[in-house]
Protein backbone atom coordinates (compact mmCIF):
# COMPACT_ATOMS: atom_id res chain seq x y z
CA UNK A 1 0.00 0.00 0.00
CA UNK A 2 1.13 3.40 -0.62
CA UNK A 3 1.63 6.05 1.76
CA UNK A 4 -1.10 7.87 0.04
CA UNK A 5 -3.62 5.50 0.91
CA UNK A 6 -2.48 4.79 3.81
CA UNK A 7 -3.01 8.28 5.05
CA UNK A 8 -6.48 8.29 3.29
CA UNK A 9 -7.37 5.31 5.46
CA UNK A 10 -6.93 6.73 8.60
CA UNK A 11 -8.41 10.08 7.21
CA UNK A 12 -11.66 7.81 7.46
CA UNK A 13 -11.13 6.57 10.77
CA UNK A 14 -13.15 8.97 13.13
CA UNK A 15 -11.15 8.49 15.66
CA UNK A 16 -8.01 10.02 14.07
CA UNK A 17 -6.55 13.03 13.09
CA UNK A 18 -4.04 13.67 10.56
CA UNK A 19 -1.82 16.64 12.01
CA UNK A 20 1.11 16.41 8.94
CA UNK A 21 2.15 13.50 6.38
CA UNK A 22 5.11 13.41 4.76
CA UNK A 23 6.22 10.59 2.55
CA UNK A 24 6.29 7.35 5.01
CA UNK A 25 5.41 9.14 8.18
CA UNK A 26 2.83 10.79 10.28
CA UNK A 27 1.95 13.05 12.80
CA UNK A 28 -2.00 12.00 14.62
CA UNK A 29 -4.18 12.06 17.32
CA UNK A 30 -6.43 9.31 18.22
CA UNK A 31 -8.83 10.83 20.64
CA UNK A 32 -6.54 12.93 22.90
CA UNK A 33 -3.35 10.26 22.41
CA UNK A 34 -0.67 11.87 20.65
CA UNK A 35 0.74 9.52 17.82
CA UNK A 36 2.75 9.01 14.80
CA UNK A 37 2.49 6.67 12.18
CA UNK A 38 4.79 5.12 9.91
CA UNK A 39 4.22 2.74 6.21
CA UNK A 40 6.54 1.04 5.51
CA UNK A 41 7.33 -2.36 3.66
CA UNK A 42 5.47 -4.54 6.40
CA UNK A 43 2.72 -2.08 6.57
CA UNK A 44 0.96 0.73 8.26
CA UNK A 45 2.14 1.00 11.90
CA UNK A 46 1.10 3.18 14.66
CA UNK A 47 1.81 4.55 17.82
CA UNK A 48 -0.06 6.05 20.33
CA UNK A 49 1.59 7.91 23.48
CA UNK A 50 1.10 6.02 26.74
CA UNK A 51 0.45 8.60 29.92
CA UNK A 52 3.29 6.84 32.27
CA UNK A 53 5.95 9.86 32.59
CA UNK A 54 8.70 8.06 34.37
CA UNK A 55 7.49 4.76 34.57
CA UNK A 56 8.73 2.16 37.24
CA UNK A 57 10.31 -1.36 35.12
CA UNK A 58 7.64 -3.77 36.82
CA UNK A 59 4.87 -1.79 34.81
CA UNK A 60 7.09 -2.22 31.56
CA UNK A 61 7.97 -5.63 32.36
CA UNK A 62 4.26 -6.23 33.03
CA UNK A 63 2.80 -4.69 30.22
CA UNK A 64 4.97 -6.43 27.59
CA UNK A 65 4.25 -9.81 29.18
CA UNK A 66 0.50 -9.04 28.54
CA UNK A 67 1.49 -7.99 24.97
CA UNK A 68 3.74 -11.70 24.43
CA UNK A 69 0.62 -13.35 26.46
CA UNK A 70 -1.75 -13.48 23.43
CA UNK A 71 -2.31 -14.08 19.81
CA UNK A 72 -4.48 -11.10 19.83
CA UNK A 73 -1.80 -8.22 20.57
CA UNK A 74 1.38 -10.48 19.04
CA UNK A 75 1.52 -6.76 16.73
CA UNK A 76 1.79 -4.82 18.88
CA UNK A 77 5.05 -3.54 20.83
CA UNK A 78 6.17 -0.59 23.62
CA UNK A 79 9.08 1.88 22.43
CA UNK A 80 10.70 4.93 24.02
CA UNK A 81 10.57 7.76 21.27
CA UNK A 82 11.00 11.36 21.54
CA UNK A 83 10.91 11.36 25.77
CA UNK A 84 7.80 9.31 25.54
CA UNK A 85 6.45 5.60 25.89
CA UNK A 86 4.45 5.03 22.76
CA UNK A 87 2.00 1.17 22.09
CA UNK A 88 2.40 0.62 18.63
CA UNK A 89 0.65 -1.43 16.53
CA UNK A 90 1.19 -3.19 13.31
CA UNK A 91 -1.92 -3.20 10.72
CA UNK A 92 -2.69 -5.50 7.58
CA UNK A 93 -2.42 -3.63 4.16
CA UNK A 94 -5.63 -5.57 3.51
CA UNK A 95 -8.34 -4.01 6.40
CA UNK A 96 -10.79 -2.21 5.23
CA UNK A 97 -11.63 0.82 6.08
CA UNK A 98 -14.24 -0.48 9.04
CA UNK A 99 -11.91 -3.02 10.00
CA UNK A 100 -9.00 -0.74 10.47
CA UNK A 101 -11.32 2.12 12.37
CA UNK A 102 -11.97 -0.91 14.70
CA UNK A 103 -8.70 -1.88 15.52
CA UNK A 104 -7.49 1.62 15.71
CA UNK A 105 -10.32 1.93 17.92
CA UNK A 106 -8.85 -1.72 20.03
CA UNK A 107 -5.71 -0.37 20.07
CA UNK A 108 -6.93 3.33 21.92
CA UNK A 109 -8.80 0.46 24.56
CA UNK A 110 -5.16 -0.97 25.19
CA UNK A 111 -3.40 2.14 25.52
CA UNK A 112 -5.87 3.57 27.86
CA UNK A 113 -5.41 0.60 30.02
CA UNK A 114 -1.87 0.24 30.09
CA UNK A 115 -1.93 4.48 30.77
CA UNK A 116 -3.68 3.52 33.54
CA UNK A 117 -0.87 1.43 35.16
CA UNK A 118 -2.35 -2.16 34.19
CA UNK A 119 -5.32 -1.15 36.76
CA UNK A 120 -8.39 -3.41 36.13
CA UNK A 121 -9.25 -6.54 34.80
CA UNK A 122 -11.74 -5.75 31.89
CA UNK A 123 -11.99 -3.07 29.21
CA UNK A 124 -14.86 -2.51 27.10
CA UNK A 125 -14.45 -0.96 23.60
CA UNK A 126 -16.90 -0.50 21.28
CA UNK A 127 -16.15 -3.71 18.70
CA UNK A 128 -16.04 -5.78 21.81
CA UNK A 129 -14.94 -6.67 25.30
CA UNK A 130 -11.07 -7.04 25.25
CA UNK A 131 -10.26 -9.29 28.40
CA UNK A 132 -7.27 -8.44 30.25
CA UNK A 133 -5.75 -10.28 32.72
CA UNK A 134 -4.41 -8.02 35.68
CA UNK A 135 -0.74 -9.56 35.99
CA UNK A 136 -0.06 -7.90 39.46
Known amino acids: MTQAKSWR ?4 CSLVVLHSCRKDNAKLDVSGYPGRAYQGEFG ?3 GLS ?9 LIN ?4 LLAASELTLDHCIG ?3 NSWMLWQRYSESLTDAELSSAVESQLTLTNYLSSGL ?3 LVISGSGALEIIKLA
Open 50 to 58: LSWGNPEPG
Open 119 to 121: NGE
Open 9 to 12: KLQQ
Open 62 to 65: RATL
Open 44 to 46: LCI
Open 80 to 82: YEA
